[in-house]
């Protein structure tokens, strides 16, 4: 699948800039993703790594790539278990930190020096515990509607792990035929984060695989269960306190979290943190007007 979707940033005009397939090994899987690259743009600038929600996948990042490839070459990851890349392994779950030692080995196998991680949502997280743990391979960090992973309170880890532990035993079920890509991108649109039903046409595609009578979700299953474990907020704290790189905390008017104030404590746990609040939802970067989601990355990265 070939992407070709831009917006213009103040009075430059549109990048013409088309997404490739890309594959990265690792040593038990393999990731896919989109990579884009601007004519003209440095070839020796330090590449923007894009990290998708859950369950979304590296096609979020269609409409805002093109033209922060002026910049750097984008490198947008499928997750484990999204998009294109591989699922883990029968027997296996998607915890958190499995999905950072992902991101760790995909840095270390296939790119040389620092990078830029540019996260939404869960995105943001893994971006934020990696800069946290590998403070040296990353020169800045983006979180777009993100500032942290969900915590629980230690005396509920019993109860969680219980109902995780069920939903492991008990599987899923069987996967739903959608009678065609608009069907799919429907449901998609009225999710637990909704989106325009232009916005879910570009994500929903790259989640979908073809069957005998229509279509069905290429996500794994075993991403919905429920977690095993949840980091407690004091863990959380320290893994945000050992942030170096500088951060940019894109908050969309309208997202995840807006009206959680225990929440707006983790800024100043960061030591060089920086916010900008942009108009739309949590998916600020892919639905509505992008623009100020472009410049305020753009301006960011491209700080000496």
Known sequence: ??????????????????????????RHLTLRGLSWQAPNSPTHATPIIGLHGWLDNAATFTRIAPELSRLAPVHCIDLPGHGHSDHRAPGQAYPLVDYVADVAELIDAH???????VGHSLGGILGAIYAASFPERVERLVMIDSLGPLTLAPEKSAGQLRKGITKLLRGSGQSMTYGSLQDAAKI????????????????????LREVDGGYQWRTDARLRYPSLTRFDEAQVEGFLTAIESPTLFVRAEDGLLGGRENWRNRSGLISDF????????HHCHLDGDVEPVIEAIRVFLDQK
Not at 2 to 25: D, F, H, Q, R, Y
Not at 188 to 207: D, F, K, M, Y
Not at 274 to 281: A, S
């Open 1 to 26: 699948m070939t992407i070709n979707e831009s917006s213009p940033v103040g009075k430059e005009s549109p990048v013409a800039c088309t997404s490739l397939e890309k594959v990265w090994p690792l």
């Open 111 to 117: 790119f040389e020096g620092p990078v830029h991680i």
């Open 188 to 207: 998609r649109a009225g999710g637990l984060s909704p989106l325009s039903s232009e916005a879910a046409n570009l994500l929903v595609p790259r989640n």
């Open 274 to 281: 920086r916010e900008v609040c942009v108009p739309g939802t």
